[in-house]
């Protein structure tokens, strides 16, 4: 397939790894072993440095249109999946993404002509899908949704969650004024409209809680305390409607603005938030899986959207459920064998990290390998991934699942390297990175059989 991004970075076909190296014989040389280290050799010659970022130029800004309309942590950056799709599909293909977070490939896909099925643990994706990838024709109206807006100040109509603890996270005064307005949510005609304001309660929801809203994390903090204090001192129910109106009316003029982009696109974008992914039955084949896996020591995003889930209607045992099913915080049903897991599981002194590892690979390959086996002939996987450290320990993740998916069907295709220089945030603190650089992963395969 022609290659939409011909530029420095994109190797040609001779250059790449061929199926035919072995895996084994790679591993073992670029991989020195001590007791408490693996410290890969810098010279692994499949490694392609690439920028993303100056490869897909025509996207200037990563929350462009609606990808910004909601905070999701450890989103794609829209470049990434966009150069895949470009590089890896045709319009009219079909695109699968097994962990779709908050549904970065199906904006992408939309905008690119191509069709995408998206899963998730988290429920959160089938609040966010409609609004992200918004396909109607008629354009939204701003006085409509003043009108909207003036009913919402007007309810009279409460919907207090189903949290036994709600108490703890909110002042009486706010936690009166936050329930009136879900009433009037759940009250209205499921619409355009009524999932733009249900948007701006969600934001509007933890900022005007003790939650600290600064994180992604749900927790309580003394500056948020002292912060609500304060809040509480003012005109804060002015505050509070200028926060909807305003996440409101910038979210409407978004999805207008995809609508107008868009507007000769009929790709269709399905999706299932709430989901395993390791254990769904799809019911069609794929061309390419696009996706990018929860971290190993990830966010507990099931714990992160906590509050969001609760006042969207969820309650304490729909939520545990779903958080039992979560990556890596599950027990493993199978332990991965490949040379390089099984050099790091020995060179790991604590037990409860190797159960870590093991869950994590167990379950993000059976998701992965569950999505792959749709995949047509010759069809691609792109799975962007990182490097993170486990007690001191580099776990090349791309190299695991090279060598797993290696053995069991698939040929090595890319590999891509971006490096991403970052800011110092917090002043003084030690930087745990020191040399400032970190490196995401883009390792693409080829199903063959
Ligand atoms: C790195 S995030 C994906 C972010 C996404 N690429 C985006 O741009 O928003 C990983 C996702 O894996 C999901 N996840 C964790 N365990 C899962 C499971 N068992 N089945 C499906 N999704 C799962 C998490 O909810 C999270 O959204």
Not at 383 to 407: A, Q, T
Request: with cysteine; hydrophobic share 35%.
């Amino acid at each position: 397939m022609a290659n939409a991004y011909p530029a420095q970075a994109f190797c040609s076909r001779k250059h790449r790894m061929k199926n035919e190296d072995s895996a084994g014989q790679l591993t073992a040389s670029t991989i020195d072993m001590t007791v408490d280290a693996v410290r890969v050799h810098e010279s692994d010659k499949r490694i392609q440095p690439i920028s993303f970022r100056e490869l897909v130029p025509e996207i200037k800004d990563t929350g462009y249109l609606t990808h910004s309309i909601f905070y999701y942590p450890a989103k794609f950056i829209p470049h990434v999946v966009r150069y895949a799709l470009k590089s890896f599909t045709k319009e009219g293909d079909w695109v699968v993404d097994p962990f779709a977070g908050s549904g970065t490939v199906g904006v992408e896909a939309y905008i690119c002509g191509r069709n995408a099925f998206l899963l998730d643990l988290n429920p959160l994706l089938n609040y966010m899908m409609p609004l992200k990838v918004y396909t109607d024709t008629e354009r939204l109206r701003e006085t409509h949704l003043s009108q909207m807006l003036e009913g919402l100040e007007k309810s009279t109509n409460p919907f207090t969650p189903a949290w036994s603890n709600i108490a703890y996270w909110y002042p009486p005064e706010m936690l009166e004024v936050l329930s009136r307005y879900w009433g009037f949510i759940k009250s209205s005609e499921d619409n355009p409209y009524t999932a733009i304001i249900q948007s701006s309660l969600l934001k509007a929801g933890k900022h005007f809680s003790y939650a600290e809203h600064r994180t992604p994390k749900l927790f309580r903090s003394k500056s948020k305390l002292k912060y609500v204090e304060e809040l509480l001192q003012t005109d804060w129910r002015g505050k509070l409607s200028e926060m909807i109106r305003g996440h409101s009316l910038e979210t409407l003029r978004r999805l207008n603005d995809f609508a107008t982009l868009t507007s000769q696109h009929n790709s269709c974008i399905e999706f299932e938030g709430g989901v395993d992914s390791s254990y769904y039955s799809f019911q069609r084949e794929f061309d390419a899986l696009i996706t990018s896996p929860p971290y190993l020591q990830a966010q507990e995003y099931m714990r992160t959207v906590k509050m969001e889930l609760f006042w969207l209607g969820y309650n304490d045992e729909e939520i545990r459920k779903l958080s039992r099913l979560e990556i890596p915080y599950r027990k493993a049903d199978r332990i991965i064998e490949t040379p390089t897991l099984d050099k790091i599981r020995v060179a790991l002194t604590r037990d409860d990290l190797v159960k870590l590892l093991d869950s994590y690979f167990c379950h993000t390959i059976n998701a992965l390998e569950n999505g792959m086996s749709q995949l047509k002939e010759a069809g691609t996987a792109c799975i962007f991934i990182g490097n993170p450290l486990i007690d001191g320990i580099k776990v090349e993740i791309w190299r695991i699942l090279m060598e797993y998916f290696m053995d069991n069907g698939y040929g090595f295709e890319n590999l891509y390297e971006d490096r991403i220089k970052h800011r110092q945030l917090f002043g003084t603190r030690k930087n745990k990175n020191p040399d400032g650089m970190k490196s995401e992963f883009l390792l693409i395969l080829r199903k063959e059989r």
